[in-house]
């Protein structure tokens, strides 16, 4: 099976990280790979270590003609059986040509830019229906959840962030921005006294967020670790992974806390809504809810039979569906229905 991607993000978001994860789970499967993308020093070099050579275009603008042009002469050239897109402005310049052109959802984008595609794949069933109540057909919209390739790694050295032994610890993974929540997150501290918060990540929002930490008076129980590669060892030193995003489509998040079995305390924003049930696999307070996010936290800190029951569920349904081989075999089958 010939395989034709394109991506135009520059960044290290959800979306770009499991671009690449999909790249090479595909590639260890055995599908022939053309990958298009905006170049990226940590993206393109995972993909050449796996044997892919990512052909690195701009992905402007309005004004950038070159790229669609580019795009074309490459599908020209490969003929792939399916060509695959990720976010809006790459499915923007889906070439034309006999081959069905299909564009990966992870967020709620305006479906206009979607207008070359054939078929939508949603990493959530709330997004499939969403696409479908904007008016794109049902029998073209399809669902296939993300997946995460755990291994596990020994914890992090909590003296590594002046961090106490004994003491519960927080642990927030995401992009330094407002639609993350961290803010909310380090508000809730000042009701948890015992507790410290690691923060890893990077963003615009890092000035904002270390002078809220020194206005709430946490700053020397909140670490702001940068951007890190090894977020396993990050969570195995965790006690609680805490996601307060106000808007998250899906939340990889989650299945990195299911997978290395570390309890989960999120904001009910679309993602986490629709995989987390309160007090069965994951907590879930209200978006922007402080003092419900800090009781939430509060709990799995005093109830170790609560934590106990949310990491065997949360695990058990990691593993039943949103591992590599399970997503490989969902996209196989779906591919084999377009071609």
């Known amino acids: 099976m010939k395989i034709m ?44 270590d796996a044997g892919i050579s990512p052909i690195s275009l701009k992905f402007g603008g309005a004004l950038d003609w070159s790229s669609p042009r580019e795009l074309n002469r490459l599908s020209k050239r490969f003929k792939p059986d399916i060509y695959l897109s990720w976010m809006s402005r790459a499915a923007s310049m889906t070439p034309p ?7 990966r959802l992870g967020g709620y984008y305006k479906l206009k830019y979607f207008k070359k595609c054939d078929h939508l794949v949603g990493i959530t069933q709330a997004l499939c229906d ?4 904007q008016g794109w057909p049902a029998d073209r919209v399809h669902y296939i959840p993300n997946f995460v390739n755990w291994t596990p790694a020994p914890a992090v050295s909590r003296k590594d962030f002046d961090t106490p032994d004994g003491v519960p610890l927080l642990l927030a993974l995401g992009r330094l921005h407002p639609i993350k929540g961290l803010d909310l997150a380090i508000r809730a501290l000042t009701q948890i006294k015992d507790a410290y918060l690691w923060i890893a990540g990077t963003g615009p929002q890092e000035e904002e967020l270390k002078a ?4 709430c008076v946490v700053a020397d129980r909140v670490k702001f670790l940068g951007w890190r590669t090894d977020k396993e060892a990050l969570l195995a030193a965790a006690d609680i992974a ?30 986490p809504a629709a995989y987390i049930r ?16 800090a009781r939430n936290i509060r709990q799995l800190i005093d109830n170790p039979k609560l934590v106990a029951n949310i990491v065997t569920t949360g695990e058990r349904e990691y593993q039943s569906g949103f591992t590599e081989p399970s997503a490989v075999e969902n ?4 591919f084999n229905t377009l071609i």
């Open 5 to 48: 991607q394109a991506i135009g993000g520059a960044g290290h978001g959800g979306a770009e990280t499991f671009f690449v994860n999909l790249a090479l789970a595909f590639e260890s499967a055995g599908f022939e790979q053309l990958i298009a993308s905006r170049s990226n020093d940590v993206r393109d070099a995972k993909l050449r």
């Open 278 to 293: 309160h007090g069965e696999n994951g907590m879930l307070s209200d978006i922007e809810d402080v003092n419900s996010l």
């Open 212 to 215: 809220l930490a020194t206005e």
């Open 331 to 334: 996209w196989r089958n779906y």
């Open 130 to 133: 969403y696409v479908i109540q």
């Open 97 to 103: 040509g006999n081959f069905p052109k299909v564009a």
């Open 242 to 271: 805490v996601f307060p995003s106000r808007q998250e489509g899906f939340g990889t998040v989650i299945l990195e806390a299911w997978a290395s079995k570390t309890p989960i305390a999120a904001a009910r924003a679309q993602g």
